[in-house]
T-cell receptor
Framework: GAVVSQHPSRVICKSGTSVKIECRSL??????MFWYRQFPKKSLMLMAT?????????EQGVEKDKFLINHASLTLSTLTVTSAHPEDSSFYIC????????????FGPGTRLTVT | TQLLEQSPQFLSIQEGENLTVYCNSS?????LQWYRQEPGEGPVLLVT?????EVKKLKRLTFQFGDARKDSSLHITAAQPGDTGLYLC?????????????FGKGTLLTVNP
Protein backbone atom coordinates (compact mmCIF):
# COMPACT_ATOMS: atom_id res chain seq x y z
CA GLY A 1 0.00 0.00 0.00
CA ALA A 2 0.90 3.67 -0.28
CA VAL A 3 3.26 4.91 2.41
CA VAL A 4 3.50 8.39 3.85
CA SER A 5 6.31 9.38 6.18
CA GLN A 6 6.72 12.32 8.49
CA HIS A 7 9.87 13.77 9.96
CA PRO A 8 10.59 14.32 12.73
CA SER A 9 8.31 12.03 14.72
CA ARG A 10 8.89 14.08 17.85
CA VAL A 11 10.31 17.54 18.35
CA ILE A 12 10.77 19.78 21.36
CA CYS A 13 11.50 23.43 20.77
CA LYS A 14 11.71 26.61 22.77
CA SER A 15 9.07 29.27 22.64
CA GLY A 16 9.74 31.77 19.87
CA THR A 17 11.62 29.42 17.58
CA SER A 18 10.39 27.89 14.31
CA VAL A 19 9.95 24.22 13.55
CA LYS A 20 9.69 22.50 10.18
CA ILE A 21 7.82 19.23 9.71
CA GLU A 22 8.21 17.21 6.51
CA CYS A 23 5.62 14.98 4.91
CA ARG A 24 6.71 12.62 2.14
CA SER A 25 4.83 10.20 -0.06
CA LEU A 26 7.34 7.39 -0.48
CA UNK A 27 6.02 5.32 -3.33
CA UNK A 28 3.47 7.45 -5.12
CA UNK A 29 2.95 10.98 -6.40
CA UNK A 30 0.62 13.15 -4.39
CA UNK A 31 -0.88 16.19 -6.07
CA UNK A 32 -2.61 17.09 -2.84
CA MET A 33 -1.46 16.85 0.74
CA PHE A 34 -3.44 17.75 3.81
CA TRP A 35 -2.24 18.96 7.19
CA TYR A 36 -4.20 18.17 10.34
CA ARG A 37 -3.84 19.00 13.98
CA GLN A 38 -5.00 16.71 16.74
CA PHE A 39 -5.31 17.27 20.48
CA PRO A 40 -5.12 14.34 22.93
CA LYS A 41 -8.02 11.89 22.51
CA LYS A 42 -9.68 14.27 20.08
CA SER A 43 -10.43 14.13 16.39
CA LEU A 44 -8.40 15.51 13.52
CA MET A 45 -8.86 19.14 12.61
CA LEU A 46 -8.00 20.05 9.03
CA MET A 47 -5.59 22.99 8.95
CA ALA A 48 -4.87 23.36 5.27
CA THR A 49 -4.89 21.70 1.89
CA UNK A 50 -1.61 21.79 0.04
CA UNK A 51 -1.50 21.48 -3.74
CA UNK A 52 1.78 20.95 -5.55
CA UNK A 53 3.02 24.13 -7.16
CA UNK A 54 0.37 26.42 -5.76
CA UNK A 55 -0.50 28.22 -2.55
CA UNK A 56 -2.06 26.23 0.23
CA UNK A 57 -5.72 26.67 1.10
CA UNK A 58 -6.16 27.30 4.80
CA GLU A 59 -9.22 26.47 6.86
CA GLN A 60 -11.03 29.22 8.66
CA GLY A 61 -9.26 30.24 11.85
CA VAL A 62 -5.86 28.89 10.85
CA GLU A 63 -3.19 31.59 10.59
CA LYS A 64 -1.38 31.19 7.28
CA ASP A 65 1.51 33.40 8.43
CA LYS A 66 2.06 31.21 11.46
CA PHE A 67 1.69 27.85 9.78
CA LEU A 68 3.66 28.07 6.56
CA ILE A 69 3.02 25.31 4.07
CA ASN A 70 5.15 24.53 1.05
CA HIS A 71 4.40 21.77 -1.46
CA ALA A 72 7.43 21.99 -3.73
CA SER A 73 7.20 18.57 -5.34
CA LEU A 74 4.76 15.72 -5.88
CA THR A 75 6.29 13.81 -2.99
CA LEU A 76 7.08 16.46 -0.39
CA SER A 77 5.13 19.01 1.61
CA THR A 78 6.44 20.92 4.61
CA LEU A 79 4.69 22.64 7.49
CA THR A 80 6.66 25.29 9.35
CA VAL A 81 5.35 26.48 12.69
CA THR A 82 6.78 29.96 13.08
CA SER A 83 7.43 31.71 16.38
CA ALA A 84 6.09 28.70 18.24
CA HIS A 85 4.23 29.10 21.52
CA PRO A 86 3.27 26.47 24.11
CA GLU A 87 -0.31 26.49 22.81
CA ASP A 88 1.03 25.24 19.46
CA SER A 89 2.02 22.00 21.17
CA SER A 90 0.03 19.28 19.47
CA PHE A 91 0.09 16.21 17.26
CA TYR A 92 0.43 17.23 13.61
CA ILE A 93 -0.58 14.70 10.96
CA CYS A 94 -0.30 14.92 7.20
CA UNK A 95 -2.03 12.91 4.55
CA UNK A 96 -1.37 12.52 0.86
CA UNK A 97 -3.83 11.90 -1.93
CA UNK A 98 -3.01 9.82 -4.96
CA UNK A 99 -2.95 11.91 -8.10
CA UNK A 100 -6.42 11.90 -9.62
CA UNK A 101 -7.99 9.78 -6.85
CA UNK A 102 -10.65 11.39 -4.67
CA UNK A 103 -10.69 8.75 -1.97
CA UNK A 104 -7.09 7.61 -1.97
CA UNK A 105 -5.83 9.55 1.05
CA UNK A 106 -3.05 8.03 3.14
CA PHE A 107 -1.96 9.32 6.51
CA GLY A 108 1.49 9.80 7.92
CA PRO A 109 2.42 8.61 11.42
CA GLY A 110 2.24 12.11 12.87
CA THR A 111 4.67 14.50 14.54
CA ARG A 112 4.44 15.31 18.23
CA LEU A 113 5.43 18.95 18.78
CA THR A 114 6.14 20.21 22.27
CA VAL A 115 6.90 23.89 22.76
CA THR A 116 8.51 24.75 26.09
CA THR B 1 -17.96 22.68 6.04
CA GLN B 2 -20.44 19.94 6.80
CA LEU B 3 -20.54 18.51 10.33
CA LEU B 4 -20.37 14.89 11.38
CA GLU B 5 -21.73 13.84 14.75
CA GLN B 6 -20.24 10.68 16.13
CA SER B 7 -21.58 8.72 19.09
CA PRO B 8 -20.82 7.55 21.63
CA GLN B 9 -17.72 9.60 22.35
CA PHE B 10 -16.37 7.06 24.83
CA LEU B 11 -17.10 3.35 25.10
CA SER B 12 -15.65 0.85 27.54
CA ILE B 13 -16.74 -2.76 27.21
CA GLN B 14 -15.67 -6.26 28.11
CA GLU B 15 -14.06 -8.66 25.71
CA GLY B 16 -16.65 -10.61 23.76
CA GLU B 17 -19.34 -7.92 23.78
CA ASN B 18 -20.81 -6.33 20.67
CA LEU B 19 -20.90 -2.60 20.01
CA THR B 20 -22.12 -0.07 17.47
CA VAL B 21 -20.70 3.36 16.72
CA TYR B 22 -22.82 5.91 14.88
CA CYS B 23 -21.88 8.72 12.53
CA ASN B 24 -24.59 11.18 11.54
CA SER B 25 -24.87 14.32 9.46
CA SER B 26 -27.65 16.55 8.20
CA UNK B 27 -25.83 16.77 4.88
CA UNK B 28 -25.11 14.31 2.11
CA UNK B 29 -21.59 13.06 1.55
CA UNK B 30 -20.34 11.58 -1.70
CA UNK B 31 -18.58 8.92 0.35
CA LEU B 32 -17.73 8.18 3.94
CA GLN B 33 -14.68 6.58 5.45
CA TRP B 34 -13.96 4.89 8.76
CA TYR B 35 -10.52 5.02 10.34
CA ARG B 36 -8.92 3.49 13.41
CA GLN B 37 -6.14 5.31 15.20
CA GLU B 38 -3.83 4.12 17.95
CA PRO B 39 -2.07 6.53 20.33
CA GLY B 40 0.88 8.30 18.75
CA GLU B 41 0.12 7.05 15.26
CA GLY B 42 -1.72 8.29 12.22
CA PRO B 43 -5.22 7.04 11.32
CA VAL B 44 -5.47 3.85 9.31
CA LEU B 45 -8.25 3.53 6.77
CA LEU B 46 -10.65 0.67 7.50
CA VAL B 47 -13.26 1.12 4.79
CA THR B 48 -14.80 3.53 2.30
CA UNK B 49 -18.54 3.39 1.63
CA UNK B 50 -19.91 5.10 -1.43
CA UNK B 51 -23.36 3.81 -2.30
CA UNK B 52 -26.45 4.56 -0.20
CA UNK B 53 -27.51 1.42 1.66
CA GLU B 54 -24.12 -0.19 1.18
CA VAL B 55 -22.93 -2.75 3.71
CA LYS B 56 -19.31 -3.81 3.94
CA LYS B 57 -17.78 -6.42 6.21
CA LEU B 58 -14.22 -6.61 7.41
CA LYS B 59 -13.88 -9.73 9.56
CA ARG B 60 -15.78 -8.84 12.78
CA LEU B 61 -16.48 -5.28 11.63
CA THR B 62 -19.63 -4.38 9.69
CA PHE B 63 -20.02 -0.96 8.12
CA GLN B 64 -23.28 0.48 6.84
CA PHE B 65 -23.94 3.61 4.79
CA GLY B 66 -27.42 5.05 5.14
CA ASP B 67 -29.76 5.08 2.18
CA ALA B 68 -29.63 8.88 2.03
CA ARG B 69 -25.82 8.91 2.42
CA LYS B 70 -26.07 11.08 5.51
CA ASP B 71 -25.23 8.54 8.17
CA SER B 72 -23.16 5.46 8.79
CA SER B 73 -22.56 2.89 11.47
CA LEU B 74 -19.78 0.59 12.52
CA HIS B 75 -20.69 -2.61 14.33
CA ILE B 76 -18.08 -4.78 15.99
CA THR B 77 -18.95 -8.33 16.95
CA ALA B 78 -17.24 -10.11 19.83
CA ALA B 79 -14.86 -7.25 20.57
CA GLN B 80 -11.28 -8.06 21.48
CA PRO B 81 -8.67 -6.01 23.40
CA GLY B 82 -6.88 -5.49 20.09
CA ASP B 83 -9.89 -3.49 18.87
CA THR B 84 -9.07 -0.77 21.40
CA GLY B 85 -8.46 2.56 19.73
CA LEU B 86 -9.97 5.78 18.45
CA TYR B 87 -12.51 5.18 15.69
CA LEU B 88 -13.09 8.09 13.34
CA CYS B 89 -15.63 8.56 10.61
CA UNK B 90 -14.86 11.05 7.87
CA UNK B 91 -17.04 12.39 5.10
CA UNK B 92 -15.71 13.37 1.73
CA UNK B 93 -16.92 16.70 0.39
CA UNK B 94 -15.95 18.77 -2.58
CA UNK B 95 -15.80 18.47 -6.32
CA UNK B 96 -13.18 17.34 -8.78
CA UNK B 97 -9.68 17.82 -7.43
CA UNK B 98 -10.84 20.23 -4.73
CA UNK B 99 -12.02 17.96 -1.95
CA UNK B 100 -11.39 17.36 1.70
CA UNK B 101 -12.29 15.02 4.51
CA UNK B 102 -14.37 16.21 7.42
CA PHE B 103 -13.82 14.11 10.51
CA GLY B 104 -16.26 13.29 13.26
CA LYS B 105 -15.10 13.80 16.84
CA GLY B 106 -14.24 10.13 17.21
CA THR B 107 -15.20 7.28 19.48
CA LEU B 108 -12.60 6.14 21.97
CA LEU B 109 -13.14 2.42 22.43
CA THR B 110 -11.58 0.42 25.25
CA VAL B 111 -12.04 -3.33 25.28
CA ASN B 112 -11.13 -4.83 28.63
CA PRO B 113 -9.84 -8.42 28.81
Amino acid sequence: GAVVSQHPSRVICKSGTSVKIECRSLDFQATTMFWYRQFPKKSLMLMATSNEGSKATYEQGVEKDKFLINHASLTLSTLTVTSAHPEDSSFYICSAALAGARVGQYFGPGTRLTVT
Amino acid sequence: TQLLEQSPQFLSIQEGENLTVYCNSSSVFSSLQWYRQEPGEGPVLLVTVVTGGEVKKLKRLTFQFGDARKDSSLHITAAQPGDTGLYLCAGLEGLGSNYKLTFGKGTLLTVNP
